[in-house]
């Protein structure tokens, strides 16, 4: 079939243009060699696929059939060649993007704002997740990239750094008031309701680890399956919450929640895209590499 294929090509152009010497001028190649590949590809078969002619070549009722079947594969490929064409002309493409609530909204949506409007044809397929399972898909090859928090074992992946967060504890300047009526102790985190996320967030390992060193043991948690809601109970004053300073900005400046003060400030983190270093980078991809890295 591999050897055959040359053959059904010069056999095609043949039977389109009815003529030996005009398929020779079409495939830029002899007279005598277009004759041998006929008789090559009919010796084959064991059929007579053409009549010959004063006037050129008539398809024989065999001819006719191979004609159909090669015609028919030749145009497909034809259209494979277009298409392609037009994917690369167009920029056309695929990205898996894996990112948590939180990071989707308040980050995640800007980029793809701009990154859209510079390449329009490429779809974004956006799995809502935690970061840890992000990480998994990116490993596995189930994602194209994910935006997360930096892993702390980075040797698999290629980190592209957007910018430091930084996690703080909030409430309304009420709670906090009425906190001090009832309770004798000054200690926060022994007084209060303590907000915080769901044990397999990222943001939660952090704070955890943050416990754990300056041995701080929360009296009160309550468990919030995301920033947003976290965000919402603060503003509601049921408790203080633990939440990305970036992510409240308006809140803050706006007086609708306030700052606690702690004496041992928590570590800042860097968020950013990230991709495994074994995977395939796609056309897609590397325009969205260029452009993270210029954004």
Sequence with gaps: MKQQLSLYYIFNCVAEAGNISHAAKELYVSQPAISKAI???????????????????????????????????????????????????????????????????????????????????????????????????LENGSLDIGLVAKPKNSKAYNFLSLKAIEDIFVSTSSYLDNLKLREDDTDIFASANIMLLDKENVSRMHIEEYFH????????????????????FAKTGLGVACVIKEFVSEELNRGMLMEIPLKNPINKREIGFCYSKNAYLSDSMIKLIKFISKY
């Design 39 to 137: 008789s090559s590809l009919e010796e084959s078969m064991n059929l007579t696929l053409f009549v010959r002619s004063s006037r050129g070549v008539k398809l024989t009722e065999e001819g006719v059939l191979l004609y159909k079947y090669t015609k028919e594969a030749f145009d497909i490929l034809k259209s494979g060649e277009e298409r392609m064409t037009r994917i690369q002309e167009l920029g056309v493409g695929h990205l898996r993007i894996g990112v948590s609530a939180t990071l989707c909204k308040y980050v995640l949506l800007p980029y793809l704002n701009s990154f859209l409007k510079a390449y329009p044809h490429i779809k974004i397929t956006i799995e809502n997740q935690s970061t840890n399972h992000t990480l998994k898909q």
């Design 213 to 232: 060193e300056h041995h701080i043991i929360p009296s009160h948690i309550l468990e919030v399956s995301n920033m947003d809601l976290l965000i919402e």
